[in-house]
T-cell receptor, first 114, second 112 residues
């Protein structure tokens, strides 16, 4: 069975541009979360979606948005990119949004903003 | 607010035992995750503790004390491949769901 898949794996964008990152959860998983990981730090929570509804939002500006599709895949969008948005963006899936459900991470999308 | 604290870096010798500590303060608490992350890779799940006490899983064990807001990950018979970052994360309620808040990670260096 495939794990969590993300695309693209690496990308370079210019300040002010927009980026869309994509994620497909493990088959059967209905919850998708997005995290930002800056070098040397732990993952920082951005969004959680369950059954296509936003269930949680971290402390990120409105430039960050996301959505979940009927097939439970998800997109993370970032507008007006800043140099500080350069990071590894991790998608994680779990079977539900309940406590105790292990979250499984994808390999991530490395974003560099120049 | 949520606060997760763990040491930045630790070193140990191959074959030895190492304990990585984590303290947490969260608004509500459900359980404590430990993840391993090799450089340039995604985090992989190691353990999840809900109840107080020690849970053993092969060479790795994890301990939780809810009253003290404290956990540790114990790695035995260290191998070179155990060199990685170890992430502690506290699961807590947020907006009708549960999310893990991660610490900065502890970089473990295992040397011969």
């Amino acid at each position: 069975d495939a794990g969590v898949t993300q695309s693209p794996t690496h990308l370079i964008k210019t300040r002010g541009q927009h980026v869309t990152l994509r994620c497909s959860p493990i088959s059967g998983h209905k919850s998708v979360s997005w995290y930002q990981q800056v070098l040397g730090q732990g993952p920082q929570f951005i969004f959680q979606y369950y059954e296509k509804e936003e269930r949680g939002r971290g402390n990120f500006p409105d430039r960050f948005s996301a959505r979940q599709f009927p097939n439970y895949s998800s997109e993370l969008n970032v507008n007006a990119l800043l140099l500080g948005d350069s990071a590894l963006y991790l998608c994680a899936s779990s079977s539900t949004a309940n406590s105790g459900n292990t979250i499984y991470f994808g390999e991530g999308s490395w974003l560099t903003v120049v | 607010g949520q606060n997760i604290d763990q040491p930045t870096e630790m070193t140990a010798t191959e074959g030895a035992i190492v304990q990585i500590n984590c303290t947490y303060q969260t608004s509500g608490f459900n359980g404590l995750f430990w993840y391993q992350q090799h450089a340039g890779e995604a985090p992989t799940f190691l353990s999840y503790n809900v109840l107080d006490g020690l849970e053993e899983k092969g060479r790795f064990s994890s301990f939780l004390s809810r009253s003290k807001g404290y956990s540790y990950l114990l790695l035995k018979e260290l191998q070179m491949k155990d060199s990685a970052s170890y992430l502690c994360a506290a699961s807590h309620p947020s907006g009708g769901s549960y999310i893990p808040t991660f610490g900065r990670g502890t970089s473990l260096i295992v040397h011969p």
